[in-house]
Nanobody
Framework: QVQLVESGAGLVQPGGSLRLSCAVSGDGLDQLAIAWFRQAPGKEREGLAC???????????ESVKGRFAMSRDDAKSTESTVTLQMNDLQPDDTAVYYCAAVPPTMLFSRCVLPGSVEAWGQGTQVTVSS
C-alpha cells in the first residue's frame, strides 16, 4: 500500500512562489506516476500535473504550464520525494493541494484525472492573498 504525505503549506502574496513536497512510501513505486491535484472551496478537484516513474516524464495542464514544475527523487525503491515548484501564484491558485499515486494509464495525460488515482495524500493548504 502506498502512502503519501504533503508538506509546504503556506500563505503567499500574488506573484510569489511556493514549493510543495510529497513524501511517497510503499511498494511498486517504480510503476507509479505521481500527480498533483487541487481543490478550491466549492469547486471540484482538478488535476494539475504528473511525473512518471523511471523516466520522470512530466505532463502539465494548460492552466499551470510554464508556472508549475514537478521533480522526483527516487532515493530508494520504496521511497520517493516529489516536489511541485509553483511560481507566479495568483489568488485563483488558492486551494488545498493533494499529491496522488497513479498506476500506468493508456494515455499519459490521463494521469491528471481523479478517476486514475490509486491513493491520495491528506492535502496541504495554499493561500494566495495580499
Amino acid at each position: 500500500q502506498v502512502q503519501l504525505v504533503e508538506s509546504g503549506a503556506g500563505l503567499v502574496q500574488p506573484g510569489g512562489s511556493l514549493r510543495l513536497s510529497c513524501a511517497v512510501s510503499g511498494d511498486g513505486l517504480d510503476q507509479l506516476a505521481i500527480a498533483w491535484f487541487r481543490q478550491a472551496p466549492g469547486k471540484e478537484r482538478e488535476g494539475l500535473a504528473c511525473i512518471s516513474a523511471n523516466e520522470h516524464r512530466t505532463y502539465y495542464v494548460e492552466s499551470v504550464k510554464g508556472r508549475f514544475a514537478m521533480s522526483r527523487d527516487d532515493a530508494k525503491s520504496t521511497e520517493s520525494t516529489v516536489t511541485l515548484q509553483m511560481n507566479d501564484l495568483q489568488p485563483d491558485d488558492t486551494a488545498v493541494y493533494y499529491c496522488a499515486a497513479v498506476p500506468p494509464t493508456m494515455l499519459f495525460s490521463r494521469c491528471v484525472l481523479p478517476g486514475s488515482v490509486e491513493a491520495w495524500g491528506q492535502g496541504t493548504q495554499v493561500t494566495v492573498s495580499s
